[in-house]
Each structure stands twice: as C-alpha cells, then as structure tokens.
C-alpha cells in the first residue's frame, strides 16, 4: 500500500457555545494517499467544514494532528489549495487577476503568474474570457475559475468544500466529469466534501462517512470501481447501499 500522503490522527475539537462546550469533532482518522480522490460525506452541520479548517490551519485541534508528507504541520496555513464552497471570486477584478490572487500571496511575480494561468485558460474551458469579470460569467464557469486558482497555488493536496452545491443538475454532473480529467491531469491528491451520495461515489476512491455530530468516522469505504462509472450499475447501487445504511 503507498505511503499517505496525507494523516489526519486523533483530530477532535469543541467550540463554546450559549450553552456552554459543543463538541464538534471526535477522534478522526483519516488517510489519503498521493494522487488520490478522498471524499467527506455526513450530515449538515456534523463538523466537515471544521476539518477542512482544522488541515488549512485556520482552527487549532483541541487533540490530534494533521500531518502530510511525514511532517507535522499542525495549525501551519499554506501547506494546502483550498477551494471553499462559494467561488470568492472579487467582482471588481478580471477573471485572470482573480486566479492568479494566490500565487501572489505566495509572492510568485505577477508577469510568471499570468503567464502560467494564461496556459490553463483553455484547459478549464475559459479561453476568451481571461478580461471578463465574474459577474459575466456562468455559475460553472465561476467554479471552473475558482478551481484554476486553487490548482495555480500548485500544492500537493487540494481541499474542495461542497464545491458543486450551488449548481444545477445538469452542470453539476457536466462539472463532475470534467473535475475527474482536471485531477487525472494534474495528478493532485483531492480532499472532496459533498452531501451527495451518488456525486462521493461517482468522483472517489475512497469515501470517508462522519457521524452526527460531535463527528466520528463511522465508515471508511474503498471504491473499487473502473472509471468512468456507471451510476446505475449493479456495483454502483451496492456500495450507495452501503453508504445510505452507515448514515442511517
């Protein structure tokens, strides 16, 4: 079995409420290797949003580590891409001066920058539309910019927070197919969060299940299926059974 790129161990967390300490996160275990397409399923409000937070450092763990490539990197920002779930893109700025906005932070001269996004506008279907501003543009086409910019910050893992909830079903499954060729192309590991069941299995090789909240893992499941899948297949239907039954 390769070496994981990426180890989440013992990871739990509690935030003070009104009411006093909600636990949020308990003793969450996970791993993803490199190359690799991990999803996060589980109910609304069960803590995802915080684990993603917690691996880009902007949350301390109460317990546990996150550690990627052999180093602990625990509270450390900038070691992930992270792709929230609305696209932030600045309606004030062009498509290209948006994407680029992380290779900048990172201090990359803007010239270099420009010149690598320019390479990609084609690859993720936005040729032509490099002075356009967001407004303009389709909420794919938003998204399809949103991802450039994570993947021009060039980091191994690149965390994607429910990235196509906001669609309709035709571009969702349309943007599902397209997010395979671009992981396939780039070979980054990916870290997914959806509330869709059939979306986890269609895009994964493995999908992670958390418990209500405070969030455990309550099933780690192998997709061994051929790409690309049938989503009415007899072996599709058996492991979306398998996923309904762990979050019943």
């Known amino acids: 079995m390769p070496e994981p790129l990426i180890e989440i161990n013992g990871i739990s967390k509690s935030f003070k409420g009104p009411e006093g300490i909600l636990p949020t996160l308990r003793e969450i275990n996970m791993s993803i290797e490199k190359g690799s397409f991990v999803s996060i399923i589980g109910p609304s409000g069960c803590g995802k949003s915080t684990l993603f937070n917690i691996i880009c450092g902007l949350i301390t763990p109460d317990t546990g580590s996150v550690v990627i490539e052999g180093k602990n990197v625990t509270g450390q920002r900038g070691v992930v891409s992270y792709m929230p779930q609305k696209d932030l893109l600045f309606p004030w700025r062009t498509i290209i001066d948006n994407v680029v906005i992380g290779s900048l932070i990172e201090g990359r001269p803007v010239e270099e920058s ?39 910050c060039e980091k191994p893992i690149m965390l994607l927070d429910e990235s196509f909830g906001g669609l309709d079903a035709m571009t969702r499954r349309n943007m599902q197919a397209w997010l395979l060729n671009i992981w396939e ?5 990916v870290l997914f969060i959806t509330h869709d069941i059939e979306e986890a299995l269609y895009l994964s090789d493995k999908v992670y299940v958390l418990t209500e909240r405070p969030a455990e893992v309550g099933l780690e499941l192998v997709v061994d299926l051929p790409r690309p899948r049938v989503v009415t297949s007899p072996e599709f239907v058996e492991y979306k059974k398998k996923l309904l039954a762990a979050l019943e």
């Open 185 to 189: 192309r780039f070979q980054r590991s």
């Open 114 to 152: 420009k010149k690598r996004a320019r390479e990609l506008f084609g690859v993720f279907g936005l040729e032509g539309f490099e002075n356009s501003y967001p407004a303009t543009l389709s909420g794919g086409m938003r998204q399809r910019a949103a991802l450039m910019r994570t993947v021009l």
